[in-house]
């Protein structure tokens, strides 16, 4: 795993936020100053800070959060990587039962620093936004957005939300032309609204939910929805394509996604986990129902050689490099480059049958 947090002396002072770099002279950029195998200081606007775990290359070009109090920094943006994604709240209403993040009752108030680190972003970078649930806090959540893309036009968006909180007061908002460089990341478990409530264990949930995408549509808000596979829906999987062919259209993509063994699902995995290896029908069943009626699909967090080679070609990288690991048999492939692996939990017992490709 790469670390994104790291044990760091700053002088006292409030949290900030700073570009590292070896170079002299760089607006709002900390300089490199001294490095050791496994640390580096750099200095800055905000003074001196000592950074420790990892070598002062892999820091170089980073946007990071500095607390001094808290005696650490967050890479917030680690330059060069194709995951970066900031969690702007813990806060969530909904309590799904294989959450990754599991909620938590209090909200930190980052808007502002998280604001002045998209700004510092390395140039045309995607970045995600995250949570918790992003629209809990929807007007800070809508300001940075546009503050920065004002500034940055370069820069593109993928916010992930419930969708539940979006009202008719924003859809002329959401139509300006600077949110088509965001896109939303929507998920949607089942057609049935009994059982998608279910799953994320809140009632009245995807009623919510519809009034949330029809609004989104009325915007022209770029859309892509996403399934995550569980025991609870795997065998609805294709009246969820009918559903989403028929009435989702206005989609960019629906992306159907592998269980990540963190968070609740680590404690619920016999309960909740579906070998797609062992029984792939129902998935198959559901992307090629899709894709006849022109919905694109992608696989996201299927291993390649765990997906028949007519599927291998929706198969997403998606697993973020960070967290992403790959099995010992995996050393031979010849698309491990191509491919998601596992994330860094994933339990060993469940990486068996792996065939090189």
């Not at 809990?136 to 546009?146: A, C, Q, T, V």
């Not at 929805?225 to 960019?252: D, K």
């Not at 269980?259 to 986990?273: C, M, N, P, S, T």
């Not at 299927?302 to 599927?311: D, M």
């Amino acid at each position: 795993m790469i670390p994104l947090v790291l044990p760091a002396q700053a002088e006292p002072g409030v949290p900030y936020v700073t570009r590292l770099g070896r170079d002299a002279g760089v607006r709002n950029q900390a300089q490199l100053i001294e490095e050791s195998v496994n640390s580096a200081i750099f200095a800055g606007d905000h003074g001196l800070v000592e950074i420790e775990g990892v070598p002062a290359n892999d820091l170089d070009g980073d946007v990071v959060l500095v607390d001094p109090d808290a005696g650490r920094v967050e890479r917030l943006f680690r330059s060069g990587s194709n995951h970066n994604t900031l969690l702007v709240t813990e806060r969530c209403d909904q309590l799904c039962v294989m959450c990754s993040q599991p909620p938590k009752k209090t909200h930190v108030d980052r808007f502002a620093l998280l604001e002045q680190a998209c700004r510092l972003a390395d140039e045309s970078a995607l970045i995600g936004i995250s949570g918790g649930e992003p629209t809990l806090y929807k007007n800070e959540l809508f300001e940075l957005i546009e503050n920065v893309l004002r500034n940055r036009p370069d820069l593109r968006f993928h916010v992930l939300s419930n969708a539940q909180h979006f009202t008719d007061d924003d859809i002329d908002r959401l139509r300006q032309p600077l949110w088509g460089k965001v896109a939303w990341g929507i998920p949607l478990y089942a057609a049935d609204p009994k059982l998608h409530d279910e799953i994320v264990g809140k009632s009245g949930a995807a009623d919510a939910l519809e009034a949330g995408l029809a609004r989104l549509i009325m915007a022209g808000a770029r859309i892509e929805l996403r399934t995550v596979v569980v025991q609870q829906n795997v065998a609805i999987l294709s009246t969820l394509a009918r559903f989403v062919s028929t009435n989702l259209q206005p989609i960019e993509q629906w992306s159907i996604m592998q269980l990540e063994h963190i968070g609740f699902a680590r404690g619920r995995w016999a309960q909740l986990y579906w070998d797609h290896g062992q029984d792939f029908s129902s998935i198959s069943e559901a992307v090629d129902l899709a894709e006849l009626r022109g919905i694109p699909v992608r696989l996201f967090n299927f291993p390649r050689c765990t997906v028949p080679a007519a599927y291998r070609e929706l198969v997403v990288p998606s697993i973020s490099d960070w967290k992403r690991q790959y099995a010992q048999a995996c050393d031979s492939c010849t698309q491990k480059a191509e491919c998601s692996g596992f994330f860094a939990w994933h339990p060993e017992t469940a990486m068996g049958g792996l065939i090189p490709l």
